[in-house]
């Protein structure tokens, strides 16, 4: 990925996110700009892990969103860190190990 201008990203001229996967994006926020921002980190995310982002994986409501943002914070040996979102990820689509499963 290069960088065209301050805060865009493309990729060979191109969006890194699809249209099909920015369209679900799009409807998903209701206008939230936090709810865009959580999405685009969570797209870097999944890509970083070497997976390609499916719109599985973004086709959740906003509590979903930021259960799955939590769950990557979430440190890979099961713990849960100093603060505690078992109770969040317990319902969460995006459970460790299942997190960017389709």
């Known amino acids: 990925m290069t960088t065209t201008s301050p805060g865009r990203l493309s990729n060979a001229g191109q969006p890194p996110i699809g249209d099909e996967l920015r369209s ?4 998903g926020s209701h206008r939230l700009p936090l709810y ?4 685009v980190m969570r797209f870097l995310e999944i890509r970083r892990t070497g997976c390609t982002p499916q ?3 973004f086709d959740h409501g906003f ?5 799955c943002t939590l ?6 040996n099961g713990m849960s860190g100093a603060w505690s979102a078992s ?3 317990a319902t969460s689509p995006c459970r460790p190990g299942r997190r960017h499963d389709p």
């Open 24 to 27: 679900i994006i799009t409807a």
């Open 71 to 76: 769950s990557d914070l979430l440190p890979t």
């Open 87 to 89: 109770s969040m990820l």
């Open 36 to 39: 865009l921002d959580l999405s």
């Open 63 to 67: 509590p979903a969103l930021i259960a």
């Open 55 to 57: 719109p599985a994986n």
